[in-house]
Structure formats: C-alpha cells, structure tokens
C-alpha cells in the first residue's frame, strides 16, 4: 500500500483544515487507516483511527470534538476534519494504514508527512 498525505499549510489558531491522505494498492476497506502527528522534538503520537468498512472511529483525548476521521472506500481516500486549531496541534501529521480492518492493528505502512502549522 502506498498513501499520499495532502492538505497541511499554515493556519491562525481557531481556523480550520482538511487533510486527505489517497491510498493505492489493494482493496481499501480491508485496511484501519490513521493519523499520526510529530511535533518538534517530540515523538510520534496517534492521532485518530477508523476502521475498513464500519467506520468505528477512536481519537486521542486532546482532539476529540475538534477532529473528525473519515473515509471513502470509493475514492481509497481517508480524510481528517481540523477545526478549532490550537498552536499545540502544530506537527507533520502521517497516515498510516494497518494490514486488517479492525482498530488495535499495527500499522504496517506510512505515508510521507505534511505540514501543519498554527499560529497564535
């Protein structure tokens, strides 16, 4: 499997983004998709999951009602809704796709980052 991850730019603190990360390979609903952020300095950390065709979705606490994680097996496309964005939220953000549909899996393959900044 090999993602594409698009959207990232530079952004005020409140404002919005729309992230998408477009999948090539095999049947996209077999795989959990994701999202991970690494900010400066840190260490990678997960950001939200949806699993391959139920679309159960999970997401760390500090994003929840401000994120939303979602995809579209038809476009192999998987999305992440930005809203309300903090300074803190600044980071390469990757997807990630796992090798079964269920949350929980390993994450087997890893697009190649982009950008997000938030500016206070």
């Known amino acids: 499997v090999q993602l594409q991850a698009s959207g990232g730019g530079l952004v005020q603190a409140g404002g919005s983004l729309r992230l998408s990360c477009a999948a090539s390979?095999?049947?996209?609903?077999?795989?959990?998709m994701a999202w991970f952020r690494q900010a400066p300095g840190k260490e990678r950390e997960f950001v939200a999951a949806?699993?391959?065709?139920?679309?159960?979705?999970a997401y760390r606490n500090s994003v929840k009602g401000r994120f939303t994680i979602s995809r579209d097996n038809a476009k192999n496309t998987v999305y992440l809704q930005m809203n309300n964005l903090k300074p803190e939220d600044t980071a390469v953000y990757y997807c990630?796709?796992?090798?079964?549909?269920?949350?929980?899996?390993?994450?087997?393959?890893w697009g190649q980052g982009t950008q997000v900044t938030v500016s206070s």
């Open positions: 990630a796709a796992g090798n079964t549909p269920r949350l929980g899996t390993t994450y087997n393959y």
């Open positions: 390979g095999r049947t996209f609903s077999n795989y959990v």
């Open positions: 949806i699993s391959g065709s139920d679309n159960n979705t």
